[in-house]
């Protein structure tokens, strides 16, 4: 009995090996060393972001990508342009359902993204 070997359940087990195991992509740690922090509100059909952290010089957009996790016609992704000099982000986003969904925002110029499993509702303040 000691001496048997579980690799034998190694196939039955992998997509969790890699789910807990596999190193973060470089853009996710390098949000978390620069200690980038938001905050989002959807109110209709505006997304509006505020960056309330950060060790870095603020872009001059963002992308949004909301997917639900069960239903694909669901899913949305927004383009938030920079409201001036100021640290907050606004764009136009198709209607959405209050609901649970996976939100990433990323910053292509500067290669970082934030990643967080949501609650979101209309009108209301969530932050990442």
């Known amino acids: 009995m000691y001496g048997c070997s579980l690799a034998f359940l190694l196939p039955l087990y992998?997509?969790?090996?890699?789910?807990?195991?596999?190193?973060?992509?470089?853009?996710?740690?390098k949000a978390k060393a620069?200690?980038?922090?938001?905050?989002?509100?959807?109110?209709?059909?505006?997304?509006q972001l505020t960056i309330t952290n950060s060790r870095?010089?603020?872009?001059?957009?963002?992308?949004l990508k909301?997917?639900?996790?069960?239903?694909k016609a669901d899913d949305r992704d927004s383009l938030l342009?920079?409201?001036g000099q100021e640290k907050s982000y606004q764009g136009f986003i198709e209607t959405l359902r209050?609901?649970?969904y996976y939100i990433q925002i990323e910053s292509l110029e500067q290669q970082w993204r934030v990643r967080k499993d949501v609650w979101v509702k209309n009108g209301t303040l969530?932050?990442?």
């Open 126 to 128: 969530v932050a990442l």
């Open 66 to 71: 909301l997917g639900h996790p069960t239903l």
């Open 14 to 29: 992998w997509p969790v090996y890699f789910l807990f195991f596999w190193p973060p992509p470089p853009w996710d740690n």
């Open 56 to 63: 870095i010089k603020l872009p001059t957009a963002l992308v």
């Open 34 to 47: 620069n200690d980038i922090r938001l905050e989002m509100k959807i109110t209709d059909n505006t997304a």
């Open 81 to 83: 342009q920079r409201k």
């Open 98 to 100: 209050d609901g649970r």
